[in-house]
């Protein structure tokens, strides 16, 4: 099933295109990355699917469909990258009301259990005008979980948050992704992108100008291999041969008693050379490959 459908959106705001011609799907129960600096699109890209702004043209669906109709949108969850809060309500006040605007009103029981999953249960009767801008953020997330979605926008889920709940936070994205919840998450850590994501979007200048899995993102834009060695030390006997038979086969070879690096292109030779290693009567202990992080794709 389809969770994410867009055909050719576009967002034009006084003449800027600020969304241009995007075709995107997205299936039921991925936790799909959406990237971009800002300024790219993403949050009017957003803005669109979930009914906050009508595209310019072009047409999407949300869970295979109509996206005006009331049981669809019942069965969405939104967290804006900034959410405002009635600051006179408590968070368990103000879950039992916003669930109640959903159609499926929620017990104290259901908020609590969702206030206890972001971190927030000793907080529940505390006015949400007390609140810092993590434990806000907090209740964004408890806010578009408590009606059970199926489907989920959260937009900078983690930014303002303490080291201790990021990592909370994300694996309740796990736990919900687990449960067969179908994530659209937008972020700047790309650390957590990478972590988290089964397939990720790169979006600039209104367009997207890369998807795919890290393996397919690492594969198209990975020009060189690092590749790091732990052998036992190489015979005398066979010491120069080893040198010149990786010299051709890579570059940047540093070759020493117990460590070597390589440079190679191409996955293939990895094999090859623990071949060689071994032909050569050396024993090898470990082989680690440095791999383009997402923070570097993003970049190039």
Known sequence: MTAIKAQKMTKVYNGVTVVNGIDLKVEKGEIFGFLGRNGAGKSTFINMLTGIAKPTSGSFTLLSGDTEATEVKRRIGVMPDYSTFYGSTTALEHLRFF??????PAQKSACMEALEAVGLAEHANKKAGKFSFG??????????????PELLFLDEPTSGMDAESVIQIQRLIKSLHNKGKTIFLTSHNLD???KLCTRIAIMKEGRIVKIGTMDELRA?????????????IVPVSEEQKLRQWLEGKG???????????????EDKKIAEITRAFTACKTDIFRVEVEEPTLEEIFLD
């Open 99 to 104: 669930s109640s605007l959903s159609g499926k």
């Open 135 to 148: 434990m806000k953020k907090k209740l964004g997330v408890a806010q578009a979980i408590i009606h059970d």
């Open 192 to 194: 957590e992108v990478e």
């Open 220 to 232: 198209f834009y990975r020009t060189n291999i690092i590749v790091k060695i732990r052998h036992s």
């Open 251 to 265: 570059t940047d070879v540093q070759f020493g008693d117990k460590l070597t690096f390589i440079t190679v292109d």
